[in-house]
Structures are given as structure tokens and as C-alpha cells.
Antibody
Framework: QVQVVESGGGVVQPGGSLRLSCAAS????????MHWVRQAPGKGLEWVAV????????YYAGSVEGRFTISRDNSKNTLQLQMNSLRAEDTAMYYC????????????WGQGTQVTVSS | DIVMTQTPLSSPVTLGQPASISCRSS???????????LSWLQQRPGQPPRLLIY???NRFSGVPDRFSGSGAGTDFTLTISRVEAEDVGVYYC?????????FGQGTKLEIK
């Protein structure tokens, strides 16, 4: 079955860096756009970034542009999010989600990985 | 950015009774391809979000038929015909017509 599993979260100081990963299985990874979505403690959902199936097109939320970099390795069925210059407001659960083009939505979500930015 | 506004933010409902959540977008969600990419997601306590409805009214695989979606343009509604205990959680509308994709604030469904 379709599965995405995030890893790499942790506690980091303000200004630090962290690299998240998402391992995909149960579907043809190279055929799907992939997204990162985050949720601050007790708050709602915030879309972070998307990468097209071939990696050729990328979009970011304004709040992370210039600090975060999304990438993928279709040979390893993995998605990454490199997060630099982290701020307290980046503290959140980070979800990897599969983008389904025809449905125009996120049809499969991981359990998330927690990122805490604190001194 | 498209702003998504949900009402109510909290909805106490009696088991077996209907529930309805509204979502309004700050601009039309009709895409240039003619589709309207408005989805509804459910997040149960301690769980990741789960897709319920896509393109306004299409139920995702495995979603009970007591969930239905309707609307057009800028105004959309999620309806639960008879609320069950497992429906407790937060419901989000989401637009994927334009980047950045945006979500409503969430509506907390609880049992009276």
C-alpha cells in the first residue's frame, strides 16, 4: 500500500540547520509531485513546498523561501527538505504528502517528524 | 495568496445528527483547466490529516458516504449526514488551485 515515512526531526538552536527525509513505498514515486506541509503546536496546517515528479519545478511558501530547499532522489524513492537559518516559528510537525495531480490534492500523508527550534 | 475562511471554528454535535462546515475562499477556485481544486481533510486527535473529499464533491477511497461536499466558485460546504463518535477531530478545507496552497483555520467537531 501507499506509504510515506518521515525522519530527521529533532531539536536545533535558532540559526541552525536540519535535513528531513521522506521514504516512499507502494507507488511509482517518480510519477508524483511531493509536498511538505507543517503544523505548529496547537495550530493549523501550513503548506511549505512542492517538487514536481521530475524535480524540474519547485515552489515554496513565502515564509521559508530562501531558507529551505526541497529535493528528491527518484532512484531511491526519497524526498528531502533541507532547512537552514531555522527560527523559533519553524517549530512544527513536518508532514510529507503525496500530490495527486488529477485529484488536485494530497492523497497520502506520513505520520510526521517533529522539529523544535529552541535555545 | 488565497485566504480560506471556515465557519464555525467549533461545532458541538449530537451523535446521529447532521453537521455542516462552511469554507469561503478570497477568490474563485476555478482553475484555468476548468477544475475546482477544493478538498476537505480530517485530522483525528494525535493523527496526521486524512483526505476525505477532493474537487469539491468527490469522496476519496474508503470514506463513508455520510460525508459529502458541495459548492462552487468561492463557497463550499462539508456535510456529515449523521455524526458518529469516530468523526471527532478537526476538519480543514484546502485549495490547490494556486500556489501557495492554503488551508482554512480548521473546524473542531466535538460531541455534545
Amino acid at each position: 500500500q501507499v506509504q510515506v515515512v518521515e525522519s530527521g526531526g529533532g531539536v536545533v538552536q535558532p540559526g541552525g540547520s536540519l535535513r528531513l527525509s521522506c521514504a516512499a513505498s507502494g507507488f511509482i514515486f517518480s510519477s508524483y509531485g511531493m509536498h511538505w506541509v507543517r503544523q505548529a503546536p496547537g495550530k493549523g496546517l501550513e503548506w511549505v513546498a512542492v517538487i514536481w515528479p521530475d524535480g524540474g519545478t519547485i515552489y515554496y511558501a513565502g515564509s521559508v523561501e530562501g531558507r529551505f530547499t526541497i529535493s528528491r532522489d527518484n532512484s531511491k524513492n526519497t524526498l528531502q527538505l533541507q532547512m537552514n537559518s531555522l527560527r523559533a516559528e519553524d517549530t512544527a510537525m513536518y508532514y510529507c504528502a503525496r500530490g495527486e495531480h488529477n485529484r488536485g490534492t494530497f492523497d497520502s500523508w506520513g505520520q510526521g517528524t517533529q522539529v523544535t527550534v529552541s535555545s | 495568496d488565497i485566504v480560506m475562511t471556515q465557519t464555525p471554528l467549533s461545532s458541538p454535535v449530537t451523535l446521529g445528527q447532521p453537521a455542516s462546515i462552511s469554507c469561503r475562499s478570497s477568490q474563485s477556485l476555478v482553475h484555468s483547466d476548468g477544475n475546482t481544486y477544493l478538498s476537505w481533510l480530517q485530522q483525528r486527535p494525535g493523527q496526521p490529516p486524512r483526505l476525505l473529499i477532493y474537487k469539491i464533491s468527490n469522496r476519496f477511497s474508503g470514506v463513508p458516504d455520510r460525508f459529502s461536499g458541495s459548492g462552487a466558485g468561492t463557497d463550499f460546504t462539508l456535510t456529515i449526514s449523521r455524526v458518529e463518535a469516530e468523526d471527532v477531530g478537526v476538519y480543514y478545507c484546502m485549495q490547490a488551485t494556486q500556489f501557495p496552497h492554503t488551508f482554512g483555520q480548521g473546524t473542531k467537531l466535538e460531541i455534545k
